[in-house]
């Protein structure tokens, strides 16, 4: 895959963002801000319109920029914890001009142990770390590209549901405690649709 192909990717997850964009803001609202669905929206968008024109075929390059967008344009604590992941899967593709599956495997690695290096967040606190660790152990654990996308799906949507079973111990949920059972991580719930919307299915 060469980086040109990246937008088809990009476009399906900003038109998902955009049809969970209130929803976002309803699970938001519970104990943040209630902006997730417009930051989240706005991040996505804005990455789209910068892809659209952008030349850069080295893949790290590429997403060091897709990070610095996203972080710009998603004025929020999740904001700038994506932004974490790319820079990860920057890091992971430096150099790279034509990627594979196991390259990009390798990189939605690096940029889950970048969130969680950074945050400090781990399985179980919950965040989007809860959806999106199980959804990339899940699609490393194929060499089918359809196939890895669809355990990867399935496994985002079950860590994303347990969320409701925890009590957040990050960012302002964190202040509510107990009140937060009950209720599903908006962190977790953008997991999901990012992986749901890469599947396309």
């Known amino acids: 895959m060469k980086t040109k192909e990246c937008i ?27 902006d997730l669905g417009i930051s989240m929206d706005q991040g996505f968008s804005s990455v789209v319109e910068f892809i659209k024109s952008c030349e850069e075929e080295d893949f790290g390059k590429y997403f060091m920029q897709v990070s610095k967008t996203f972080n710009e344009s998603a004025p929020s604590s999740l904001g700038t914890i994506i932004s974490f992941g790319f820079m990860g899967m920057a890091k992971s593709m430096k150099g790279i001009t034509d990627a594979k599956l196991s390259d990009f495997q390798e990189a939605f690695k690096k940029g889950l142990e970048n969130i969680k290096e950074k945050t400090g967040a781990k399985v179980g606190d919950k965040t989007i770390i809860d959806s999106l660790e199980p959804a990339v152990n899940a699609f490393c654990g194929s060499g089918n590209q359809k196939e890895a996308l669809h355990f990867a799906n399935e496994a985002a949507k079950n860590g994303m549901e347990e969320t409701s079973k925890l009590i957040a111990v990050h960012g302002r949920a964190a202040y509510h405690k107990e009140k937060t059972l009950g209720h599903i991580d908006g962190g977790a719930y953008v997991s999901y649709i990012i992986f749901k919307a890469l599947l396309n299915d």
Do not use: C, P
């Open 8 to 34: 088809q990717y990009f476009e399906r997850i900003k038109t998902e963002i955009h049809k969970n964009s209130a929803k976002l803001v309803e699970l938001d609202q519970a104990f943040g801000d209630g």
